[in-house]
């Protein structure tokens, strides 16, 4: 796959070391996550909405109310800048300037558009929820005509992109190395529990085999 290539808006220029192009990267990062946040503006005044979303090959998807203003902001081509973001491990430094994080990111340029022929809406919706709840689709009723009508599905191209990730111990300054301070990392993951039964569930209904196999894969 050939690499992004750094734009404008997308340069690292502090410390640009930890700035990744290629795809692998990018595309990593994006399929392990479940939230992005969606920045554009309308009158001036920025705003940014968390969304859940889903990737396939070279475009991002999420959706939204139709009559949502996210929705109708960028259906009418204003630009976005969608990111995701994964927190691994807080860094413990000798001194407070040099704490850190160890993250994953990826940051999003470019104008997305709406989804318009219902095959290929209907066909997105389904790829979320597969994306979202491997072996889920199968166990649904289908979207009903009204409930399509009222969902948005937009797709943003990824033709600009940059992942910027961190790793690593703490950097401390070299006389600081002498002091009687802890320093090192604390990992940070995100775990799936056992599923709980909706209250109104009824009886003798137990999880499904692929959500059993999701707690095994995503946990």
């Known amino acids: 796959m050939e690499p992004y290539q750094p734009t404008k808006k997308t340069r690292l220029r502090r410390l640009p070391k930890r700035g990744h192009y290629d795809r692998e990267t990018v595309y990593a990062i994006l399929d392990a996550g ?3 946040h969606v920045g554009y503006a309308i009158d001036g005044q920025p705003y940014v909405t968390p969304t859940s979303y889903w990737r396939e090959g070279d475009t991002l998807y999420w959706h939204g109310s139709s009559a949502g203003q996210m929705v109708r902001t960028l259906e009418a ?6 990111t995701v973001s994964h927190l691994d491990a807080l860094v413990m430094a ?8 160890n993250f994953r990111s990826v940051m999003a340029f470019g104008h997305a558009h709406k989804v318009a022929d219902p095959e ?6 389904d790829a979320f929820i597969e994306r979202l709840y491997p072996g889920r689709n199968a166990e649904l009723r289908r979207p009903s005509a009204k409930e399509l009508r009222v969902t948005t599905v937009l797709a943003l191209p990824l033709t600009e992109a940059v992942a910027k990730v961190r790793t690593g111990h703490p950097v401390d300054d070299e006389p600081d190395y002498a002091l009687p301070v802890w320093a090192g990392l604390i990992p940070v993951e995100m775990k799936f529990g056992k599923p709980i039964d909706d209250p109104l569930l009824t009886p003798g209904i137990t999880p499904s085999a692929a959500l059993k196999r999701y707690r095994r894969k995503r946990g």
Not at 77 to 82: E, I, K
Not at 120 to 125: D, G, H, S, V, Y
């Open 34 to 36: 479940m939230v992005c």
């Open 77 to 82: 081509g204003a630009p976005c800048c969608v």
């Open 94 to 101: 000798r001194s407070g300037f040099h704490h850190s994080v």
């Open 120 to 125: 290929a809406k209907l066909a997105a919706l």
